[in-house]
């Protein structure tokens, strides 16, 4: 079991950015999806980002394409959100999860990710 704990959430006005990680405890990343998916209240729970531990392969939703970045360390089993030019559409709780055996098509659905961390508040402010 992989147990995300992420980090680097806060409150930052639009068009700035922020960098959020994901430290692995227990078991490694790797063999394993790392995923960014976020909530904000009232709506449903959406993928964000993803990256495949072994390979490198990386995913993004249409609505962060070209401002976020997801991208990983080895050595320190941590995964990490680059957010840029950042909106108020972004305001939500972010979650990085792990997933285990995924294929492309199922990587960016977060009911397949079976180990989450406790989310970090994103507050984008206009």
């Known amino acids: 079991q992989v147990q995300p704990v992420e980090s680097g959430g806060g409150l930052v006005q639009a068009g700035g950015s922020l960098r959020l990680s994901c430290a692995a405890s227990g078991r490694t990343f790797r063999n394993y999806f790392a995923g960014w998916f976020r909530q904000a209240p009232g709506k449903e729970r959406e993928f964000v980002a993803a990256t495949r531990w072994s390979g490198g392969d990386t995913y993004y939703a249409d609505s962060v394409k070209g401002r976020f970045t997801i991208s990983r360390d080895n050595a320190k089993n941590t995964v990490y959100l680059q957010m840029n030019s950042l909106k108020s559409v972004d305001t939500a709780v972010y979650y990085c999860?792990?997933?285990?055996?995924?294929?492309?098509?199922?990587?960016?659905?977060?009911?397949?990710?079976?180990?989450w961390g406790q989310g970090t508040q994103v507050t984008v402010s206009s």
């Open positions: 999860a792990a997933g285990y055996g995924l294929s492309t098509d199922s990587a960016t659905n977060w009911r397949q990710y079976v180990d």
